[in-house]
């Protein structure tokens, strides 16, 4: 739980730095009046703080305990004033560029409108090509019902499709899901998949034979029905996971790269060369072409934290986030000076909300940028 002196000690570290916004100070102040408490332990603080510089208090600073603040705060609720503010500190071995902290933000409409407002939208349509050749726009359903497309029928809506009857039960469908979309199908068996942006399935309306078998590019979150007859198999360029019944979610966005994070039940990893390892609720394998499979515990709050509308990222070069921006926004991001994607930063992107993390950009870390069709340019 955030507690009261927590929360004291960021607006301390805010207010020392530099950074504290309008209405933190104002916040800030109001506690100190109103509050006796709050009163002692700024008091403490600053007497704690008078004889050193203020760098050297962000040196002392966790940024693994900041961030994990930052996710038991927003990962319950996801409340819509819960950001993250960027502030620079020079850490002992390595410079880490952008320690995490929370404010409490005005959600001003009309900035954040102004802020990507030359950007154009990407191809938001989520759409299912079905086996009979018939392309369905899925994003044009206004709730869940029943649509007709040749001889099939779905029962769907714009956010999740629940099923599919008639035509080619073998035969596959594809779901493609776009840039800042992301999308939940139902099979024919009781699997729910959620599928994260620009993400494809490929499965069949109704499972037959002894394995169901779907196909992903992208990255996905599996609940699989438990069927010990008849083997759960996903495939993907590299590799194939088997299961009977199971949750776990799947990565193949890097080319070349497949993580598979396991949740709950047993999964069995194959690569295409026959390397095979078995993976244990809390453990996720990867596998790169060239080198094997790696395996390793994982936190599950980062894992799964895109089905919340989360992206998180820690001590990570500004240039890794081109690609999460490109799924998320549809937006190219370039660095008019290289030497910026080398900066790291820590923190979150929410879904929808770029406008935000160039706000804090901008406003925390002095960085700049401009707008060049729907290409997203970073300065000094």
């Known amino acids: 739980m955030y507690s009261k002196y927590e929360h004291i000690r960021q607006l301390y570290i805010e207010k020392i730095s530099g950074v504290i916004s309008v209405h933190d100070e104002a916040m800030l102040q109001k506690m100190l009046e109103e509050d006796s408490e709050c009163r002692e332990m700024w008091a ?21 305990s900041e961030l994990k603040k930052l996710k038991d705060r927003t990962l319950p609720e996801r409340k819509q004033s819960s950001v993250i503010k960027w502030v620079s500190a020079a850490a002992a071995v390595t410079i880490i560029f952008g320690l995490t902290f929370i404010l409490l933000r005005n959600d001003g409409k009309t900035e954040r409108q102004q802020l990507t407002a030359g950007l154009k939208k990407g191809n938001m349509q989520v759409r299912l090509l079905l086996n009979n050749g018939m392309m369905v726009n899925l994003d044009s359903l206004n709730s869940l019902g029943t649509i007709t497309a040749g001889k099939m029928r779905l029962h769907a809506s714009a956010n999740s499709l629940e099923s599919i009857t008639g035509g080619d039960a073998a035969a596959l469908n594809m779901l493609i899901v776009p840039s800042s979309a992301d999308y939940t199908i139902t099979l024919a068996d009781g699997t729910m998949i959620v599928l994260n942006s620009d993400s494809r399935l490929r499965f069949p309306s109704k499972f037959s034979g002894r394995q169901r078998e779907v196909y992903l590019d992208g990255e996905a979150y599996f609940k699989v029905v438990h069927d010990a007859e008849h083997p759960f198999i996903v495939h993907t360029d590299l590799t194939n996971v088997q299961v009977l019944g199971t949750s776990f979610n799947l990565n193949t966005y890097e080319k070349g790269m497949v993580t598979t994070s396991l949740l709950t039940g047993s999964v069995l990893v194959t690569a295409s060369a026959g390397d095979k390892v078995r993976l244990t609720p809390g453990l996720e394998s990867e596998f790169a072409s060239g080198r094997g499979f790696v395996t390793r515990d994982f936190d599950s709050d980062d894992v799964l934290s895109w089905m919340k509308g989360v992206y998180y990222f820690h001590n990570m070069p500004l240039s890794d986030l081109r690609p999460i921006i490109k799924r998320w926004f549809g937006t190219d991001l370039v660095f008019d000076d290289e030497g910026l994607g080398e900066k790291r930063i820590s923190g979150l992107i929410e879904k929808n909300r770029l406008d935000e993390f160039l706000k804090d950009l901008r406003s925390s870390a002095h960085f700049g940028f401009y707008q060049e069709g729907n290409t997203l340019h970073l300065t000094e």
Do not use: P, R
Request: glycine residues 10%; aromatic residues 0%.
């Open 44 to 64: 403490a603080l600053l007497e704690e703080g008078g004889s050193i510089k203020a760098s050297s208090v962000l040196e002392n600073i966790s940024v693994e």
